[in-house]
Each structure stands twice: as C-alpha cells, then as structure tokens.
C-alpha cells in the first residue's frame, strides 16, 4: 500500500513538473546582431547552435532585418566594439525597445579586439581608465537601467586588417601607435583575439538562466564554428594560428610600469589582500568603478615630493573560473617611480603568498 501511494506521489510530481519543462522548451529567442566585418555572425550562429536549436526557437537576425521583439520571449543582444562600445545602432535598438526589453529577459555580448578586463589605456590627452571585454557593456546598462541583461559576455574578437575600410584602418593604426600601454598591442594576439571558451559559458548561461536547461559538456563538438574559420588571413602564412595572449607578464619601460598576473581566489580575496598591502605600506586605495567581475582601484602615494598613483584592477574572467587576475600600472618616469615599483613587487608578493599564484600562460 505504501509503496503504491509513493508511486502515485511521484507520478504527481512528475506531472506537474511537465508544464515546466514544457514552458522552457517553448520559448521563442530573438538573436540579433550588429556587424561591419563578419565575426559577429560567426558567433551569434556558434551560439545558436551551443544553445540547442532542437530545444527551442531561436531566431539569428541581422539588426536592419527586426521589425519587432513583441513575439519573442528573450533576446541576445550581440555586436562589434568600436569607440569601446557597442555600436550605435544597437544602442538605438534598445533606446526602441527598452519598455518591451525591460519585461523579457535579455543577454548582452559583444566581440572585440581586446578581451582582457584587467586593461587600462592612457593615450595622450586623455585619461586612464578601463577598457575591453565586458567593460564596454557598463555604459549601455547604465544608460537603460531598467534593461537588466541576466547574462552578459566579451570574447575577444577578430580584425583582417586588410579587410578594413579606409578611415577604420587608420584609426586603429593610429591608436596602436598613440597607446600608452605598450603592452600587446600589435600582432594576431589582438587582431585574432576570440576566446572560444568565453563563448561556450555564455552559451550555457544562457541555456541555465534563461532557459533553465542544463549545461551542455559535449561543447567541444560545436567548435567547429570557431576552427574552421581559422585562419583569418590565409594570404599570410605567419598567422597559421591564434596563441592565446599571456595572462602573466612584467615589463619596465620608458613608458610603463605593467605587471599582470593570477592567483587562486575570488574578487573578495583579491580586494582583502589589496587592502592589507596598502594599510601596511601607507598607500591609499580609491575605487574607482566596480562591477560583479572587477574593481579598478587608483592607489596612491607620495614618493620623494610627489603623489602619483597605481592603477590597479582584479578581475574574474569566465574563461578561467576560480582564479583572479591583478593587473597593476604606472604611466610615471622610471626615475620617478622607483619606490614605486618596490611597492607593486611588495603587492604581488603579498598576493601569490601561500601558494596562490597560478603558475603558466
Ligand atoms: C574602427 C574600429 C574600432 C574598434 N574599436 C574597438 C575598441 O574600442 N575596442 C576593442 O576592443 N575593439 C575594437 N575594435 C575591434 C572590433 O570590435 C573587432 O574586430 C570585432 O571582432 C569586429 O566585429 P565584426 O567583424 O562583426 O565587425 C574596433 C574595430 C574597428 C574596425
């Protein structure tokens, strides 16, 4: 008898657990996408099919051919970079959109040249500050708050540098020449710069917290979408294959003080170990922005007569989940910055201390 009732208790739950799966399995997506050189398509296609074209609709569309996103139950919003941003016209969209926007759910992702959320640039006349990855998506949702993507991605990206138009070539010439950086800038590390693991997780994520369907683990079947179109310039044998950017590096130029590396962690660890390194070594830490991935901290200290500041940013990255990676800079002369730089080799010893550090790469 009681085992009968417990069959019948679970044949109830399974009942009404169909309308659930039922309701995920039928949700209607839009992707819709803006591109000036083809690489954004390539991925919204890839995403598509991570996503689960056998489990539900999900309509790929070019910007200029959306007529309406009234129909659909979720939308992915995708797009080039440029002016570390998303395009104008995608910001249009969502101006158009934002009412009906604001009641479904929505993911943002953008490609671009640079991936690395860690990065600050300085070119001449302006100010440091934050770029690349899901930097560039900042701006937007704050413009349109009441949008509130449950999913947002960068992934790097690609740039045939033959293939630009005229005034696109020169000013990503120009802007490599006039980055204070002087890390990485130049070279197939950022021109082929996609990072295929960044767009799996979004893809799952999107299948979990939108659909809530389970993560795909037969991920790597879909990477044919990514191989296959690589090289991006088959004219040039040198750019046989993408490498992966380092994520540990030092350099001490005339230029810049840049030092980048990882340890095990979470934002918080990274944000604790920071605060500790500056209360014994009489800096003051000033946040400037925060995100749910990373912090950009100016720290800063008087050295010999003159205050000057570290531009320091921790930062999760979905691509290499459990780790932090700290990027620390100085755009001051190496003459100037000597105590300086005794002061981030401190941090850094404080940071990779009880077997922290992530070795490699
Ligand atoms: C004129 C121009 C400006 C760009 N600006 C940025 C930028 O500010 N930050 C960045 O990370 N990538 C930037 N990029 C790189 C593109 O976003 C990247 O190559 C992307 O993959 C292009 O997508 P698409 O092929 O779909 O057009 C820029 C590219 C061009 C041509």
Known sequence: MKRRMNLIGTAVIMLLMIPAISSAASLKGLLVYESIYGST??????????????????????????????????????????????????YKFVETYQNELAQKKVAYFLLQGDWDETMVLKVPGGTPHLIGGRNYLVE???????????????????????ALQGFDSFQIWLLEKLAKEGAAWSGLDIWESLVPERVEVFGNEVRQKILNLPAR??????????NSLQPASLTDSSKLKYKPRPYTEHKSTDRILFTRSRIRGTLETAEKLLQQWAKENGLTLKEQRRTFFNIYYHAVKNYGGKELTIHIVPATMSDDPGNVHISFRSYDKPAERKGLEEDVAKAEKILWADGRKVEGR
């Open 41 to 90: 398509p390539e991925v919204a296609y890839w995403l598509r099919a991570i996503i689960g074209d056998d489990q539900q609709q999900l309509d790929v569309k070019k910007l200029d051919q959306v007529i309406a996103v009234k129909p659909y139950d979720y939308v992915i919003i995708g797009s080039y970079s440029k002016n570390e941003k998303p395009s104008p016209r995608i």
């Open 140 to 162: 937007i949702q704050e413009k349109f708050p009441g949008v509130k993507p449950v999913v947002i991605g960068g992934f790097g990206g690609r740039q045939v540098m033959p």
């Open 217 to 226: 683990t037969d991920l790597a079947k879909y990477r044919g979408y990514w």
